[in-house]
């Protein structure tokens, strides 16, 4: 915001001065606060309705930016290294962006990018279990849990993919495009001479759109801050209400009560937020964190609560409290890419689910039982499936497992190709681009009859 609304345009309606290095964190605060109100205040409702209005906003959006590109395009080489069209890789990245754009290597060295094929095994080890994991605890289940049907919640959780890939990298690789044809026209220069490439998303967008589509992107990027802060708080607030003050405090409060609580929490965790997000040095190093400390701290119980019937509260408690503690200890012990200790806060994390769900009796049967007949588990349920039939010689155990991951298989590489397909379309790569329609139609034709029509079973 920096960028598009210039300090000197502001400071004289400021009561007080700030020092360039926090001019940005005003910047943050001020439309945090704004995203806090109309969270609180606004309910889960308002969030659906106002991700409508901004998914709607972005798709012109995205769509211009992509017009864009192509026209400025058009007759023009990018200026890219060997293999930066290739999506394939080595175990480096192999990049030389030497008399390109000098700093990008030593920005790939920082970040930790060089070993790109572990940084891509640690990827996808976890995005395997997170997957395993179902729907994170957040705005995402809330969305899974709103659906009437499994079915529904299926087809929900599958459009996303269809409906958001391929606009979002219509924007993605447009701006890219813009920024390498134009490099040496932003001004990307940060504190003490060194190339800010965190500038180079909003400098594209200042330098190159139109009057009409820089408002439209501006109010489509605000609004996806909005939504996705938004969704995030709404769901903190039921959590620490609903599963801690109605639970453990005030049980018969008053709806009056519950309210004001709902206010306080929302109001006490966007200033927590703040608070880190003052400590942060950059967006890489808050992300890794977050895909690495984080989701290695959580990911084991919200595992095993689905595949493993002795798991119970106490070992889900006692899994997410060594994870995130440890996740949260990680940045001052150790150095490298918070991804690459993935395998360990895994580890510490499966260590304390599996000690804190022994040092307590299991979860009563008739609830185990319940639970196994409603969602037909895979995973290791020998004892319930035993109780279960016993009571009722019909039922029969989930005999899909096979099926679902020939299915997830497909699904991940349909996702890939949804993603990589308006970027082949932009850069007029035509043989990669008819590849990738083809390989998106076999998927569709299979996972046709393989998917969607088993929805039903």
Not at 83 to 89: A, I, V
Request: hydrophobic letters at 50%; aromatic letters at 14%.
């Amino acid at each position: 915001m920096e960028i598009f609304i210039p300090w000197d345009l502001v400071k004289g309606y400021v009561p007080f001065d700030v020092a360039p290095k926090y001019i940005p964190h005003v910047y943050g605060i001020t439309f945090t606060l704004f995203a806090m109100f109309y969270s609180i205040l606004g309910g889960l409702h308002s969030i659906v309705l106002g991700d409508m209005i901004k998914y709607a906003i972005m798709t012109v959006a995205c769509i211009s930016i992509a017009v864009i590109a192509m026209s400025h395009l058009n007759g023009q080489t990018l200026n890219v290294p060997d293999g930066w069209h290739n999506p394939f890789f080595g175990w480096k990245l192999d990049l030389d962006w030497t008399g390109i754009a000098e700093d990008a290597n030593k920005k790939i060295e920082e970040d930790g990018f060089s070993l790109f094929s572990l940084f891509f095994g640690m990827m996808l080890l976890k995005g395997v279990f997170a997957s395993l994991a179902g729907p994170a605890p957040n705005y995402d289940m809330q969305k899974v849990l709103s659906t009437r049907s499994p079915k529904e919640a299926s087809k929900m959780t599958g459009f996303v993919s269809i409906i958001l890939l391929p606009i979002r990298y219509s924007m993605v690789i447009g701006l890219t495009v813009l920024a390498l044809l134009y490099y040496d026209r932003l001004n990307l220069k940060g504190p003490g001479g060194m190339t800010d490439f965190e500038m180079i998303l909003p400098a594209a967008i200042n330098t190159f759109l139109p009057t009409g589509v820089l408002g439209l992107v501006l109010t489509g990027l605000l609004g996806a801050f909005m939504g996705t802060f938004s969704g995030t708080l709404n769901a903190a607030q039921a959590y620490i209400v609903n599963d801690i003050y109605l639970k453990y405090y005030n049980p018969n409060a008053s709806t009056r009560k519950i309210i004001s609580m709902n206010y306080i929490v929302g109001v006490a965790v966007v200033f927590i937020g703040i608070g880190l997000g003052l400590m942060a040095n950059n967006v890489n190093d808050i992300l890794q964190w977050i895909v690495g400390g984080l989701y290695g701290g959580y990911v084991a119980a919200n595992c095993l609560k689905w595949y493993w019937w002795r798991f119970n509260a106490n070992g889900f408690f006692w899994g997410m409290a060594v994870g995130i503690i440890a996740a949260l200890l990680m940045p001052y012990f150790t150095s490298g890419l918070p991804l690459y200790w993935w395998p360990l806060l895994f580890i510490l994390s499966l260590t304390g689910s599996i000690v804190g769900t022994y040092a307590t009796a299991p979860t009563d049967m008739k609830v185990l039982k319940s639970f196994y007949k409603t969602v037909r588990p895979w995973g290791f349920w020998a004892p319930v499936h035993a109780e279960v039939v016993a009571e009722d010689p019909t039922f029969l155990a989930n005999k899909r497992f096979k099926l679902d991951m020939f299915n997830a298989v497909l699904g991940i590489i349909a996702q890939l190709c949804l993603t990589i397909l308006p970027m082949y379309f932009i850069l007029n790569m035509q043989t990669p681009l008819w590849i990738t329609i083809a390989v998106l139609a076999v998927l569709v034709f299979v996972l046709k009859r393989t998917w969607w029509n088993k929805l039903e079973d």
